[in-house]
């Protein structure tokens, strides 16, 4: 597929925060074709496509329905167009629909055929769970408290809630963590009180795990309510004890947030014959760094002068391969990739060449 590479320039006088979307759009238009221009939708766009809730409710109906949309949009872009589309998704995540409480014991590590009297790994825990509750009702949550050895053994205590038959892992607070949020006792004295002081919680524990904008934490917190379960087996359901809940939050690349179900999600379309098409090709400019691992960090670009290194093409795909392997190690086979690189003839330019994975090395694509 022939890509024609419009200058940056272009797109940020577009993006420009102060250009009016409608002037966005004229731009974008009087183009025949561009390639990897970022566009998110806006509130009238939703109402367009017909979506009263502002997003969609998965991201195969995003791609069946964003098609049409693009053509009416921007119908004067042609074959060789890309566009990164950002769009609202409904993602939810399931919080507790009941409760159990449970401590790991001995016995348990040695029934789990385990050596020592501790997990060491997520998969050890969940095969305790599914064979502890093989029948575990849709999304139980099990307050568990186990011993965990990483280095040392510690108890830990966190929340697994029971998501369609997978286990999913909930942040458990500690008695220590209670302390320093203010509260006397381990749990917060209601549901309000633990959504605002959660997300700051959050930011100090998580501060060092390289968390990104958009990734979903589950919390399990706990209250003093009325015991509707009767998880203390008193055989009475109308007195109050300690519960335990799940909430989820959201980062977004700053702080945390309570989330609300839905995220913002991605998807490249690129123009193919006469119609918009969801493309998964991956667009990917070589980096300084990129340079230095091919030997090439000097200049910062490959010399494709008469007699020079990377004149030929060979040379230069060696060495994108390298490259490329190194920073995609689990990239799959009949992925495709557009390498932008930096080149010197006797004069500075730029230059892509697109290539494909055929399971052990990148090939030039040919369409």
């Known amino acids: 597929m022939k890509k024609i590479i419009y200058l940056f320039a272009v797109a940020l006088t577009v993006l420009s925060s102060c250009t009016p979307l409608e002037d966005v759009n004229e731009v974008i238009d009087a183009l025949p074709n561009v390639d990897g221009f970022d566009y998110t939708l806006q509130e009238e766009d939703y109402t367009t496509l017909g979506l009263s809730f502002g ?5 195969d109906d995003a791609k069946a329905e964003l098609p049409g949309f693009l053509s009416a949009k921007f119908p004067s872009l042609g074959e060789g167009s890309a566009l990164n589309i950002t769009y609202k998704l409904y993602a939810p995540k399931r919080d ?7 401590t790991v014991t001995a016995a348990d590590y040695t029934a789990q055929g385990l050596r020592f009297p501790n997990f060491s790994s997520s998969d050890q825990i969940t095969d305790f769970l599914d064979a502890k509750y093989p029948d575990a009702a849709d999304r139980l949550l099990v307050d568990l408290t186990y011993d965990y050895y990483d280095g040392s053994t510690t108890t830990r205590n966190n929340g697994f809630i029971n998501n369609e038959g997978t286990w999913e892992m909930s942040i458990g607070i500690s008695d220590d963590e209670y302390t320093a949020m203010g509260e006397g006792r381990a749990q917060f004295s209601n549901e309000e009180e633990a959504l605002t002081k959660i997300p700051v919680y959050l930011s100090e524990k998580l501060k060092f795990e390289g968390k990104e904008a958009g990734d979903v934490e589950g919390v399990m917190y706990k209250l003093y309510v009325t015991d509707t379960q009767d998880i203390d087996e008193d055989g009475s ?4 004890t300690v519960y335990s809940f799940v909430a989820f939050f959201i980062y977004d690349g700053a702080a945390w947030s309570q989330y609300t179900n ?8 690129a123009y193919e014959g006469s119609n918009w098409v969801p493309d998964n090709t991956i667009r990917y400019t070589l980096t300084s760094a990129d340079y230095a691992l091919v030997g090439n960090d000097r200049y910062n670009n490959f010399d494709t002068r008469s007699g020079a290194d990377e ?5 230069r795909l060696e060495k994108i391969n390298t490259i490329l392997k190194n920073n995609f190690p689990d990239i799959e086979v009949d992925q495709n990739v557009i390498v932008t690189y930096a080149f010197y003839d006797g004069t500075n330019g730029n230059a892509t060449i697109e290539v494909t994975f055929d399971g052990t090395d990148f090939v030039k694509f040919v369409e």
């Open 55 to 59: 997003n969609f409710s998965s991201e």
């Open 96 to 102: 507790e629909k009941s409760l159990t409480i449970y």
């Open 237 to 240: 359901t109308t007195d109050r």
């Open 262 to 269: 839905v995220i913002e999600n991605t998807t490249q379309f």
């Open 311 to 315: 004149e030929t093409e060979e040379v």
